[in-house]
């Protein structure tokens, strides 16, 4: 069984709740145990009936269905789960701004989300609408075309299964991930089928590497794979176990830098960073913070990143992107 919808994140009721509609007017809904998850605060205002329609649809968390949207005045952003056990908000979303769609992350120690993703939206005006859409392919009768159509009069697609594809959904995931579903009701065994993976492991439409915490706690990432743990004393080899050296206290001078060539971090590449500046100061930004765990600098275009939890490193051809890890002196 596969679950595609939820309501209420973070206070769901719980088997034996109780939907009642009071003589004073107020519908409540209560938990087994008498707790109010929610209530209309209708009591003694001359409600004398109810007429229950529900908009959940309009309201979704981490999940698009087919005919879904994303839209001004309503919800505007999908954000993950927590975890697969803890029912609330995650440290991801796909949000649609005003001119395009991106995927934020908010790592643990940095003040604000950053971009590790952004869609092409293409520059045609505001965004009203983002919509999961399901229409059969003009050249293949047995084919279906899931589409991502924006006001704007984009459109993206994400796959085209060979059957009808109505019952699919779109998800953002614990890990970042954004991935597509779809049931095929013709078959009887494993008929859910991922027919979208937005960071494949062939790298399109973008790599795994992308994924702020594909390689745990640090670790250097290449073809989709992590391949190295970039320590002090130079690239190890990875493991689960792999975390950047323990950075000095706040306050102390008493750390210096160590090189990597060659790599990018998870917001190097969609995040626009601070600059043009010098490489230099870029150091100095980051040596200015005693929370700044290292600095990402592009020789090309002299854009500065700053990070405050290292995670993932992509290992980029052009040596001209060049990455500082905060280290102790010993």
């Known amino acids: 069984m596969r679950w595609v919808w939820e309501a209420n994140r973070g206070n769901p009721v719980r088997e034996n709740a109780t939907l009642s509609f009071g003589e004073d007017g107020n519908l409540v809904l209560a938990d087994a145990d008498g707790r109010v998850a929610w209530q209309t605060n209708t009591a003694n205002k001359g409600v004398v009936g109810l007429q229950l329609l529900s908009n959940s649809f309009d309201s979704p968390t981490d999940t698009l269905l087919v005919g879904q949207s994303l839209r001004v005045g309503g919800a505007t952003r999908l954000v993950s789960r927590a975890s697969q056990k803890e029912n609330s908000d995650g440290a991801y979303s796909l949000v649609m701004e005003s001119k395009r769609l991106v995927m934020y992350y908010k790592s643990p120690n940095s003040p604000k989300p950053y971009i590790y993703y952004a869609f092409d939206s293409g520059?045609?005006?505001?965004?009203?609408?983002?919509?999961?859409?399901?229409?059969?392919?003009?050249?293949?009768?047995?084919?279906?075309?899931?589409?991502?159509?924006?006001?704007?009069?984009?459109?993206?697609?994400?796959?085209?299964?060979?059957?009808?594809?109505?019952?699919?959904?779109?998800?953002?995931?614990?890990?970042?991930?954004?991935?597509?579903?779809?049931?095929?009701?013709?078959?009887?065994?494993?008929?859910?089928?991922?027919?979208?993976?937005?960071?494949?492991?062939?790298?399109?439409?973008?790599?795994?590497?992308?994924?702020?915490?594909?390689?745990?706690?640090?670790?250097?990432?290449?073809?989709?794979?992590?391949?190295?743990?970039?320590?002090?004393?130079?690239?190890?080899?990875?493991?689960?176990?792999?975390?950047?050296?323990?950075?000095?206290?706040?306050?102390?001078?008493?750390?210096?830098?160590?090189?990597?060539?060659?790599?990018?971090?998870?917001?190097?590449k969609y995040a626009s960073g601070?600059?043009?500046?010098?490489?230099?100061?870029?150091?100095?930004?980051?040596?200015?913070?005693?929370?700044?765990?290292?600095?990402?600098?592009?020789?090309?275009?002299?854009?500065?990143?700053?990070?405050?939890?290292?995670?993932?490193?992509?290992?980029?051809?052009?040596?001209t992107h060049v990455g500082y890890i905060k280290a102790p002196k010993q």
């Open 123 to 268: 520059d045609n005006g505001r965004l009203q609408n983002a919509t999961l859409n399901c229409a059969p392919n003009g050249y293949d009768d047995v084919a279906s075309d899931l589409t991502l159509d924006l006001s704007t009069g984009n459109s993206m697609i994400l796959a085209r299964p060979k059957y009808n594809s109505t019952l699919s959904f779109l998800r953002i995931g614990i890990d970042g991930s954004l991935k597509m579903y779809t049931y095929n009701n013709k078959v009887d065994y494993q008929a859910w089928e991922e027919t979208y993976t937005l960071f494949s492991r062939d790298g399109f439409p973008e790599g795994e590497c992308q994924l702020p915490e594909r390689c745990g706690k640090f670790g250097l990432c290449e073809d989709s794979q992590c391949v190295a743990c970039p320590l002090p004393g130079g690239l190890m080899g990875w493991s689960k176990f792999c975390e950047p050296v323990k950075p000095p206290a706040c306050g102390s001078k008493n750390f210096y830098y160590y090189k990597l060539e060659g790599v990018d971090h998870s917001m190097s």
């Open 274 to 319: 601070s600059g043009a500046m010098k490489e230099d100061d870029c150091g100095k930004k980051c040596s200015s913070d005693c929370k700044c765990l290292g600095y990402f600098y592009n020789k090309d275009t002299s854009k500065c990143w700053i990070a405050y939890d290292l995670q993932t490193l992509t290992k980029v051809a052009n040596s």
